[in-house]
């Protein structure tokens, strides 16, 4: 072994990968304060209870009002009775979509992460000296061991975040 060390040719530098992870810590409890709050507002059970519902209404009440005013409904052609307007505008308040956004970004940070974990490359074990490939190999293992474990910890974070967007109260 040493003498096929001290035989060998020199090799060419590896470039060290440079793998900048998020602070899980402040990641986290950033998450978990979202994740604990709700949005006030005038909470219609109707649209509570059926988060899919909920958000086509929210995207008809805005093509109903705004810029894109309407008297009569896009989708029967009948018209608005106003007080319903203004209840479906309780219900999907400034707080509520001000929230929406806040979660959305955050579930955009969380994918970036996760993307970012899942995209980082070792150099492969034939750059290195023979003496060094088989501790590397092990060392490569437990990265990416330890890789898929933070990948999955990001799609937890994830899915409850976008769960907490479906179901803001």
Known sequence: EYLSSRSSVPMAKVEKPVAPYPDFIQLTQRVGVLLGRSVVSRVLDELQNQPEVAHWVSEGLSLHTGDHDSKNCRFCGEPIRPERLITLEGHFNKA????????????????DHRQFVQSIKLPVKDLLYPNLREAYSKAV?????????????????????VAKRDKPF
Not at 96 to 111: G, K, L
Request: hydrophobic share 45%; glycine share 2%; charged share 15%.
């Open 96 to 111: 509520y979509s001000d929230f929406q956004a806040e979660i959305d970004s955050m579930a955009r940070t969380v994918s």
């Open 141 to 161: 293992l437990t990265c990416t061991t330890q890789a898929g474990l933070v990948t999955q910890y990001l799609a937890v974070m994830e899915r409850a975040l």
